[in-house]
């Protein structure tokens, strides 16, 4: 990647998590970088964040709206298996953690009742097909094509399924100094309650991830199990800290 492109992180909920976040900040100082996780004026946040030239890196959880498509912008997302994305996006909400996802979640107390959130339903789909309004969404029958189309947009795709590997590709991607991933995911799978409930919910995210996972998998295979790139403290403090360390050992 040209040193002087921007990098956008399109941040699907419940995919990625607060280890991705981290390594961009690790990565990126904070005058270079611009979270937007309010769909408040996006468009307008997105083009001054694109055509600000001290910001490389735009993250949030955004879809793939067409003043990304259009700029030269290097554009990177995450995906998970959509079943366990909707499995773990209703726990979330569940716990009502604030005053949103209380009124989000009122009168919903089981799957069944999660399938009538129109915020839970294929938002894989949703993110990738461009759509901001979830209800205009739902109602246009050619959004899984939309979606699998923006795929040439995609300039790298990873999967939590594969996070290591994922990062690892990420990182010689976008040049990154500090690929150092953090265990993601650590529950495993689990046997799935109500399967008929949650693919409901994702009819279209699961020919989606299917798709995704035949087109952009098979570049992860390099990089399994490679050495993560950390990067090192400056030299004097590693010459203080192997001082201290020398002196411990009399």
Known sequence: MSKSKKLVFIHIPKTAGTSLRLLLESNYPEAERAAIYSHQDLDENLTKALADPKIKCIYGHFPLRPVIIDSDATVVTLLREPIARSISHYNHYSKRMNEKH????????????????????????AFLSGYLNQKEFLKDSEVLNKALANFDRLDAVGFTAHYSASIA??????????????????????????????????????????????????????????KPRVPRDPLPERIVNYLRALSSKF
Do not use: C
């Open 102 to 125: 209380a009124k989000l979640m009122e009168g919903i107390e089981s799957p069944e009742d999660f399938t009538k959130l129109v915020q839970s339903n294929n938002r894989q789909t």
């Open 169 to 226: 590709y990420f990182g010689e991607v976008l040049d990154w100094k500090n690929t150092q991933a953090e265990h993601h995911n650590k529950g495993g799978s689990k046997p799935v309650s109500n399967p008929d409930i949650w693919a409901a919910m994702n009819e279209y995210d699961l020919p989606l991830y299917a798709a995704a996972l035949e087109r952009f998998a098979p570049t992860l295979e390099a990089y399994r199990g490679r």
